[in-house]
């Protein structure tokens, strides 16, 4: 009786020994192990204690070492829940690892990507040298001869291309009012280019970057009113699209693709899409005897050139994903705010030398652009810039 007593003794003890520690089960993912130490010869040794020391002292040193043994089966416990807390501290880590390793892999996408968007600021005029007698499709006179797009930095030209109305097709002209272009010029550099597109001062390299592609698309529209006044605006004649992949190899010693197409050879870069050529608009006159006589203008159009630049990552620029992380986190830290607020200009002059529309696209930060910058590169000078002196 008193075996089972002392068993019930130390059983209490360690139950409440055990009340005492939270129970976590496995709904959270962490899972405790406890222990309940018994043994076939405990009454025994307790019966043997109680006749030869007497039963208080036996019974308190049972009590004693069954509470010890407690302890150490609970620390037991908690070691062997501490492995599983760091066994979940490193899968928090993984987890860590991945969110940072996708959010590095989304800041590279976004840096792999970069495009823009040329509008001319005002209308265009003139894509015939003189107006019509004979119809709002007549297509003599036509001036427009093609589109060209630059850019440059520090005075270097960075990127250019020019496309001209393709001679080889001049027939669709007449028989369809329609015209195509052929690329003849190209200067384009990966390494010069607008990619990585990012705030911070990471340069283009191969050794991280591949597939530079440029993509441009040109559109042409116009508004016009036709012989029972009816006003058609904004609308789009005809869209050019240009798609070149830019290899490394085919790079010079400066890092550039340079492209020039021969008099008489088919064009190496093909310019995808078509347009019609631009509608006049009618406009009624009297001549000089009062008689009234139909005539159709000039044609004035819009053109938009929307360019854009992408690539994709190497696999070693993968594998150093952390370092490169690390190294973008502390450049964050160093770069001024200022540099993340831009300012674009634009302005449009006619060339006569070039006989062409010449639209000037500034691009900086706002701290950059001056007064003395906008003078220097034949820019309008800001209003607040003109109040200052």
């Known amino acids: 009786m008193k075996t089972n007593s002392i068993w019930k003794t130390s059983v209490c003890v360690l139950a409440s020994l055990l009340a005492a520690q939270p129970f976590v089960g496995h709904a959270q993912g962490v899972e405790y192990q406890t222990f309940i130490y018994t043994s076939e010869d405990l009454a025994t040794e307790i019966n043997k204690l109680s006749e030869n020391s007497g039963a208080t002292r036996s019974y308190m040193g049972d009590v004693f070492q069954a509470a010890a043994g407690s302890l150490k089966g609970l620390g037991a416990g908690y070691i062997i829940s501490a492995v599983d807390l760091g066994l979940n501290a490193v899968g928090a880590l993984f987890t860590a690892n991945r969110r940072h390793r996708q959010e590095w892999e989304e800041t590279v996408k976004k840096e792999n990507v970069y495009q823009t968007r040329i509008n001319t600021i005002t209308d265009v005029s003139d894509f015939y040298d003189r107006p019509s007698f004979d119809g709002a499709m007549d297509p003599k006179g036509m001036r427009f001869n093609g589109i060209g797009c630059l850019r440059r930095v520090d005075k270097d030209t960075t990127f250019y291309v020019s496309c001209h109305i393709d001679r080889d097709y001049l027939h669709r002209i007449v028989n369809h009012s329609k015209f195509q272009l052929a690329l003849d010029t190209l200067i384009i550099s990966p ?156 302005r449009q002059h006619w060339d006569e030398l070039a006989q062409a529309w010449i639209i000037t696209t500034l691009k900086a930060p706002a701290t950059k652009v001056t007064n003395d910058v906008l003078t220097k590169m034949k820019m309008p000078v800001k209003k607040d810039d003109k109040n200052k002196k």
């Open 191 to 346: 390494e010069h280019s607008s990619l990585p597109n990012t705030e911070l001062d990471i340069p283009y390299r191969f050794e991280d970057r591949k597939d530079f592609t440029l993509t441009l698309k040109m559109k042409i529209t116009s508004s016009w009113m036709n012989e029972i006044v009816q006003l058609q605006k904004n609308q789009e004649l005809g869209e050019f699209s240009i798609n070149i992949r830019v290899p490394k190899e085919q790079l010079d010693e400066r890092g550039y693709l340079r492209y020039v197409r021969q008099e008489g050879e088919p064009a190496k870069y093909k310019v995808v899409g078509e347009s019609f050529i631009v509608p006049r608009s009618y406009m009624g006159f009297r001549d000089e005897n009062d008689v009234y006589k139909d005539s159709w203008g000039t044609g004035e159009y819009n053109l938009s050139i929307d360019i854009k630049e992408t690539c994709d990552v190497t696999e070693e620029y993968r594998a150093r994903w952390k370092s490169d992380r690390k190294m973008r986190k502390a450049m964050v830290k160093t770069a001024p705010l200022a540099v993340r607020a831009w300012e674009t200009i634009q």
